[in-house]
């Protein structure tokens, strides 16, 4: 990983506005290599820290971005300040606005049946000129059907794959394949599809500028309460290394 970063519990997080992610990620689409990027929050966190190989994926991510005021209150805390929270939705959809303009090719992975189309269409109605190349639901086999998955993305040759299948499959999953893929960007998005394709909302504007859009999340999901259960472990552990290093 490039660039200044910030370590929060082990993880490396680098240290960019959403203005800078954008500007760093477009220079990879015209890279011959394939790039990951990953967008994490403190339950990513602390997964990882009883995930090795999640902990592998995330030191060897080309960007790892501070999606959660939970990661950006910790940076603070430890002295080493991570500008801004930066939305994996948002980021996407930066990208995808780039996309529009730029003539990138978008591959849609992830979600339930028909939900990857109907967020297409969605991105398409206002962004006409975006060139998704492809779409495929978050229900494949391993197998001949996960191999045909790969020969499809492959064929379409996007320049920017967005999967959605949900943290921390969608991690391992573009580390195990992005080398056969070669995509030029690869980026995990959780739930975003269903956000674009009209399944799921957003929490109100006014909420996400207070930081409380984890809250709405939780109102309106409320089995994400057994994952954030781990929240105040995260917060124990930031407090207990700005501790030991106050020694």
Same mark, same amino acid.
């Given at each position: 990983m490039g660039m200044k970063e910030t370590k929060i519990l082990g993880v490396g997080f680098n240290r960019l506005t959403m203005a800078d992610a954008l500007e760093e990620i477009s220079t990879y689409m015209i890279q011959d290599k394939p790039h990951l990027i990953v967008t994490a929050n403190p339950e990513m966190v602390m997964l990882a820290k009883d995930d090795q190989l999640l902990e592998e994926i995330m030191e060897r991510a080309d960007l790892v971005v501070a999606d959660g005021i939970g990661v950006? @209150?910790?940076? $603070?805390?430890?002295?080493?300040?991570?500008? %801004? $929270?930066?939305? *994996?939705? %948002?980021?996407? %959809?930066?990208?995808l606005r780039r996309a529009n303009e730029q003539g990138w090719r978008v591959f849609l992975l992830g979600g339930a049946e028909g939900v990857a189309k109907q967020a297409a269409q969605s991105l398409k109605d206002t962004m006409p000129q975006l060139q998704i190349v492809g779409t495929y639901h978050g229900y494949f086999q391993t197998g001949s059907e996960e191999q045909a998955l790969i020969h499809q993305i492959k064929q379409a040759n996007p320049h920017l794959l967005l999967v959605a299948l949900g943290v921390p499959r969608q991690e391992k999953w573009l580390a195990a394949?992005?080398?056969?893929?070669? +995509?030029?960007?690869?980026?995990? +998005?959780?739930?975003?599809?269903?956000? @674009?394709? *009209?399944?799921?909302? $957003?929490?109100?504007? @006014?909420? $996400?500028k207070i930081h409380l859009e984890w809250f709405y999340r939780l109102v309106k999901q409320p089995w994400r309460i057994k994952r954030m259960a781990v929240l105040p472990k995260f917060v124990g552990r930031v407090w207990l290394t700005r501790l030991r290093k106050g020694r």
């Open positions: 950006v @209150w910790a940076s $603070r805390i430890l002295g080493q300040s991570v500008p %801004e $929270r930066i939305p *994996g939705i %948002e980021l996407a %959809e930066g990208l394949h992005l080398g056969a893929l070669k +995509v030029p960007v690869a980026i995990g +998005v959780g739930g975003s599809f269903n956000v @674009w394709a *009209g399944v799921d909302q $957003r929490a109100p504007l @006014w909420m $996400r």
